[in-house]
């Protein structure tokens, strides 16, 4: 399956080289289309074996949909909710299927919401999105088979933001656990980096679509994990969130993956015995049964 990036726009003056080095992974990464193109294919793969695997629509707009993995188990079931990345302007749901294979085996639902992308639509938009994605599945859980009370929502990149403000802005369902991989959870820095010519986020917006400066509940557990081999900027951005989680008495747990770059960390979140899986699904465990 070929993968393909729309191409950033020309920088401004305003473009800070700083955060442009720590945040604009296109120049750091050129390996990064065929880490997508080789999760792309194991997706697709993954689709068609499952036979029953299924479209849910959310919402009115074209990528308000859910691709659904129902578990082969009788009765209600845990629930994984994967949030893509892409800076909000690029990438899909279809790519990271894949990320279902473990938690399939282990008798968990999966599901990956798609959402509307940048510049057509701004950042307050794609977060309305998944949250309305998030509440559509629990108004819809006795017919999904899911146990409201056991769903882990995880997000990579941009979806860790996604994720973390869904869970920051609920009143209506309570997620047993949060995993951010590879987060931004800290909007200011990307003001200055031509990421931002495409987003089009100004001062108000990143400060109040931050999860860092949120409340957080404190009800879910928090799993804050990222590759050892990111840059300073994502490293903090884990580390800073994790500190913040934990200072509103939240239980946090910070994983820095040793090797792993921002893109390939996703493949120990398909590998049943990594530790970076094994981590996320112990939040479905009773607290005393987590895996540090």
Same mark, same amino acid.
């Given at each position: 399956m070929a993968f393909s990036e729309s191409p950033s726009r020309v920088p401004?003056?305003?473009?800070?080289?700083?955060?442009?080095?720590e945040y604009n992974l296109r120049l750091r990464h050129p390996e990064r289309s065929a880490v997508y193109e080789r999760f792309a294919d194991a997706s697709a793969g993954l689709r068609g074996k499952e036979a029953s695997f299924v479209e849910l629509r959310y919402g009115p707009s074209p990528n308000s949909v859910i691709d659904f993995f129902p578990a082969h188990a009788s009765g209600s079931a845990p629930l994984f909710v994967f949030i893509h990345g892409g800076y909000w302007r690029a990438l899909n749901?279809?790519?990271?299927?894949?990320?279902?294979?473990?938690?399939?085996?282990?008798?968990?639902?999966v599901a990956l919401p798609g959402y509307e992308l940048a510049p057509a639509v701004r950042v307050r938009d794609i977060a309305d999105q998944v949250r309305g994605a998030m509440q559509w599945l629990v108004r819809n859980a006795v017919n999904l088979r899911i146990d409201p009370g056991r769903i882990v929502v995880s997000g990579h990149s941009a979806g860790a933001q996604l994720g973390a403000l869904a869970l920051a802005d609920t009143t209506d369902w309570l997620a047993a656990a949060f995993v951010g991989i590879s987060g931004v959870y800290e909007l200011e820095p990307v003001l200055s980096t031509t990421i931002n010519l495409d987003v089009r986020l100004d001062a108000v917006e990143a400060h109040e679509l931050s999860p860092r400066w949120r409340h957080a509940d404190a009800k879910p557990r928090?799993?804050?994990?990222?590759?050892?081999?990111?840059?300073?900027? &994502?490293?903090?951005?884990?580390?800073?969130?994790?500190?913040?989680?934990?200072?509103q008495g939240c239980?946090?747990? %910070? /994983?820095?993956?040793?090797?792993?770059?921002? &893109?390939?960390?996703l493949d120990d979140m398909a590998d049943g015995d990594a530790l970076l899986f094994?981590?996320?699904?112990? %939040? /479905?465990?009773?607290r005393t049964e987590r895996t540090p």
């Amino acid at each position: 399956m070929a993968f393909s990036e729309s191409p950033s726009r020309v920088p401004s003056a305003s473009i800070d080289a700083n955060n442009e080095r720590e945040y604009n992974l296109r120049l750091r990464h050129p390996e990064r289309s065929a880490v997508y193109e080789r999760f792309a294919d194991a997706s697709a793969g993954l689709r068609g074996k499952e036979a029953s695997f299924v479209e849910l629509r959310y919402g009115p707009s074209p990528n308000s949909v859910i691709d659904f993995f129902p578990a082969h188990a009788s009765g209600s079931a845990p629930l994984f909710v994967f949030i893509h990345g892409g800076y909000w302007r690029a990438l899909n749901r279809r790519i990271f299927s894949f990320l279902a294979r473990p938690w399939l085996d282990r008798g968990v639902h999966v599901a990956l919401p798609g959402y509307e992308l940048a510049p057509a639509v701004r950042v307050r938009d794609i977060a309305d999105q998944v949250r309305g994605a998030m509440q559509w599945l629990v108004r819809n859980a006795v017919n999904l088979r899911i146990d409201p009370g056991r769903i882990v929502v995880s997000g990579h990149s941009a979806g860790a933001q996604l994720g973390a403000l869904a869970l920051a802005d609920t009143t209506d369902w309570l997620a047993a656990a949060f995993v951010g991989i590879s987060g931004v959870y800290e909007l200011e820095p990307v003001l200055s980096t031509t990421i931002n010519l495409d987003v089009r986020l100004d001062a108000v917006e990143a400060h109040e679509l931050s999860p860092r400066w949120r409340h957080a509940d404190a009800k879910p557990r928090y799993l804050c994990a990222v590759g050892g081999a990111e840059t300073n900027g &994502f490293l903090r951005q884990s580390r800073d969130y994790d500190l913040a989680l934990r200072s509103q008495g939240c239980d946090a747990v %910070l /994983l820095e993956v040793p090797g792993r770059t921002h &893109f390939d960390i996703l493949d120990d979140m398909a590998d049943g015995d990594a530790l970076l899986f094994r981590s996320a699904y112990s %939040l /479905l465990s009773p607290r005393t049964e987590r895996t540090p």
